[in-house]
């Protein structure tokens, strides 16, 4: 597998300074008593907001100072040429940063932060592809201009560098047991195939299944991870996707362990009782836990689809880590997005919490060892996947965005591919029951109460 050109550009190791001179009126409040954020915008890409820390005039930022990241932007190479031709016939191609002092947000309507002053780091991002490149480190005056001792000073470091992935593209929706793309340029070569199906909910064996045939020694050791809670009224169960090789072995599924049940007295399912599937890869000839998703739909003027992704090591519950936790827009839909050590939203409007994770190893297929007796001395770092999926209604092919550090083998691949279908699929299990699903989602055991 070839992957693709993309370039991560990221805004790090903010800090605000203030003289004592420079101080406003007692009737406005000082950088060093309130919060200070700002906001980061690069051409057409979402605005991004973060919070910068106060730093007393008399201090320097520290040269050894862990990077902490403020903003990130995910560029790919289809997105540099678009920006590169932008540049040739307008103004130089610059990141913009606007610093406030004062809360971020809104209050009656009116914002609440007031504007210190702009920053403006020119960017060419020629050859980033290929190599590492830093546009800014260190201090930059904002507010007054043409006296640097009056001025507030503003640290900030800005670099962009190579971050390949492989790009996968689902050629229908996964209900429908799509075959899987992977994309290059204009080139499309098939990779896997999705088999949607219904398992038996009377089942419960059904969620450590081995590959081929049960041996009665694996069937009730994933009881931990969901609940086959029986239930009348109104409830999606069931639904599970498994994605084969193109010699038709099984490399991965995702599983609904827990059905998506509508809350007592409503026709949605709620964040206190959410449903959840297992994403699973296989070792030892039987299925093997890898992650864990939960969705639910929000409530409020959001009225999305939340969602919280751990990963398990050693198949142990309890020790689960959330890897991604956020909300997609059920209309417009979004995307799903695990970057670790990123505080951005973008247009996903997701947050990650961070932690100290692993990715396996190597695959359980070709190894018999899952790589888990390194946790947590091996870090998943940086971006990690994407998968774009649309709303509720439309025709959705989730496409799949997976960093190349994090796929050594077709079966780590395919754990993500089988995580973005649960990801498309958990956005009609969390639609309203008062709406019908289409006949693919229509689970011919169930009994009608």
Known sequence: MDPCPFVRLTVGNLALKVPVASKPARSVVHPSWSPCFCKIKLNNFPLQTAVVPYIPSENHFPDNQPPSIAATFHLSKADIDKLAAKSIFSAKLSLKIAVYTGRSGATCGVNSGRLLGRVLVPLDLTGTDSRACVFHNGWISVGKEGNKNSSAQFHLNVKAEPDRRFVFQFDGEPECSPQVFQIRGNIRQPVFTCKFSFRNTGDRNQRSRPLQSEPSSSRSWLSSFGSERERPGKERKGWSITVHDLSGSPVAAASMVTPFVASPG????????????????????????????????????????????????DMSASA???????????????????????????????????????????????????????????????FVMSARVEGEGKCSKPCVEVSVQHVNCTEDAAAYVALAAAVDLSMDACRLFSQRLRKELSNPHDILV
Request: aromatic share 12%; net charge positive; glycine share 14%.
């Open 266 to 313: 409503s026709d949605r399912v709620s964040h206190s009782n959410p449903g959840s599937w297992l994403i699973l890869r296989p070792g030892d000839g039987t299925w093997k836990p890898w992650g864990r998703l939960e969705a639910w739909r929000e409530r409020g003027s959001s009225d999305g689809l939340g969602y919280r992704f751990e990963l398990i090591p």
């Open 320 to 382: 689960a880590i959330v890897l991604a936790e956020s909300t997609l827009s059920s209309r417009k839909g979004g995307k799903f997005v695990i970057d670790l050590g990123s505080n951005s939203g973008g247009a996903s409007n997701w947050r990650n919490t961070p932690v100290n994770a692993t990715s396996p190893a190597c695959s359980p297929r070709s190894s018999g060892d899952y790589g888990y007796g390194l946790w947590p001395f091996c870090l998943y770092r940086g």
